[in-house]
């Protein structure tokens, strides 16, 4: 079996594809003479797919490309962006020319290109083009047909929340997709829904001993209360490093992460009842170094894996500080295994993001002898945990309560599913993975349903 070039295999959004697929079916349209597609990363270090054609038919549009690979294969294979060509660029031995293949900014679009008229919408326009990384965004183009997906449109509403300080729901992005649309949206929310207008999130001051934890923090607190010896909400890495690997330095980056971010040096202890959030001063970063040189090969994968899993799996003390580890796992003279443990009352997927972009800057720093180059934080997590508590409250809390209660009305306290086995005293965890394909016809009706409800296959 055949798989083409090792370059022509991207992987976007946890899917591989294989560009010479699409490709193939771009060059099956009867108004189409030849086709190449290209993955290209943007400034915002997103990666999405490009195709350029050469038609031979003027009158075909992108929005009929789109429909067509839709047609014929699944969502994520669709190319984010089109350029149209008279002929594609070639290298001196007739080969194509990447490099010379113009960028897609400004070339294609399903709608003609319309400025900003308001002040709202070139917020909204230039907050799309960030997210997208795009240079242009007119007010009626698409946020998804664009390359956007469900991720990015998290990171558009965050930023979005924060220009027009008005809380505003994701679904907002599905319902409204355009810049023209969503600044509708937007207008809606701000006038006739003022409870929704969010203040801003400021420093804390005063008594800062004992402060309250956020939802989502009093939730793993509360579960973690059920069961103490659970690592199940551990959040663990484990990242093969090949060459010479600095400890020192690594050291001084981790310790200066722990500085940095008062969440990492937080416990959560329990006051008359109450859990409460402790900000301590300083709190060690200490790398748990396990040299495995000496040992034969197999033993060394054996330990290895064990090594592995142990870290994953041995629960934190929410109780006491830092609820992040390290260790080091010495492989042989220029490899290393890096075993990076937080519990996710600390951190969440998000902020592993930041996490590893920062541990790079300060490393590189540490190894050169520099100081950090990162500036200090405007806010803390506990800044934003006092805010919410205080946001959260009153009529907005009591509006949020009721809904959720209206809803909830009459739900059964346990849900009882149809299994093959009755469900255990003790939950054990234990269970496996289910995969299959959707093909046919199945696979067309759910495309079809998808782009009907407005939501990706995956919602």
Known sequence: EFLGRIDHQVKIRGFRIELGE?????????????????ATEEVSGNTRLVGYVVPSDESLTTNQLR??????LPEYMVPAAFVTLDTLPLTPNGKIDFKALPTPDGVSREHEYVTPRTPSEEIIANTFAAVLGMQNVGIHDNFFTNGGHSLLATQLISRLRVAFAVEIPIRAVFESPTVTQLDQTITQLRTFEPGLTLPPIQPI?????????????QRLWFLNQLDSETATYNIPAAVRIAGNLDINALQQALSEIVRRHSILRTSFPTVNGIPVQVIHPDATMNINVVDLQQLSVTERETVLHQQ???????????EIVPL???????????????????????????????????????????CNGKPSPLPELPIQYADFAVWQRQWLSGVVLDTQLNYWRTQLYGVPELL??????????????????????????????LQTLSRESGTTLFM
């Open 308 to 318: 592995i899993e142990l870290e994953a799996i041995t629960p934190f003390d929410l």
């Open 416 to 445: 009882q599913l149809p299994t093959d086995r009755p469900r255990p005293v003790v939950q054990t965890y234990r269970g496996r993975t289910q995969s299959f394909t959707v093909v046919g016809d199945l696979k067309q009706k």
């Open 324 to 366: 992040i580890r390290c260790s080091v796992l010495h492989i042989c003279a220029t490899e290393y295994v890096l075993l990076l443990t937080m519990h996710h009352i600390v951190s969440d997927g998000w902020s592993i993001g930041v996490f590893i972009s920062e541990l790079s800057t300060l490393y590189q720093a540490a």
């Open 205 to 217: 001051e005063g008594d800062t001993e004992f402060l309250p934890l956020s939802w989502a923090q």
């Open 22 to 38: 699409i490709e193939a079916v771009l060059n099956t349209h009867p108004q189409i003479r030849q086709a190449v597609v290209i």
């Open 67 to 72: 429909e067509f690979l839709k047609s014929k």
